[in-house]
C-alpha cells in the first residue's frame, strides 16, 4: 500500500499542503477515529494546521458519516511547547485554542450536529477528556430546504 499522498509532508502525513488541495478530497468514509492527536496537529503545522486536519476529515466522509474527536486541552500543549523550534513557534502563535474546535466544526467546517459520547476513566486527569461525535449531515436543495438523499432524490 502506498501512503504517499499529493501535497503531504512526507509519507503518510495527513496535513495537506494547502487549502486548495483540499478540493480534490473525496468522501469515502464512515467514520474517523481521531483520538489524542489533535494537540500534535496543531503544534506541529499551528492554527493553519489543525484547521486544514478538519476541513480534510469532513472532505473524507460520506453523507451521514461521523468524526469521532477527543481533542486535548490547551493545558497539554504547554508541556510540550519547547520540543522543537517548529513547535515552540507554532504554540506561541496559536489564536485557535481547542475550546473553540466545537463552534468551528459546526460553523465553519459543516458539520450538523455535535454529541458528546463521555469521558474516559482513566487514573491521570489528562486522560480524562470528553469524546465528542460530529455528524456530516445530508446535503440540502437550496430551494426546497429539503434533504437530497446519495442517490439524488429528496427525502
Known sequence: MNTMRLGAQGPGNYVLDSD????MEQAQFDVILCLSVTKWFHLNW???GIKRVFMRMYAQLREGGVLILEP???QSYKKKRKLTDTIWRNFQAIEFFPHHFTEYLLSEVGFTKCETLGSPLHPSKGFQRPIKMFTKGSKRDSRSGKEINPSGEWT
Open 20 to 23: 486548495f488541495l483540499l478540493n
Open 72 to 74: 486535548q486541552g490547551f
Open 46 to 48: 499551528g492554527d493553519s
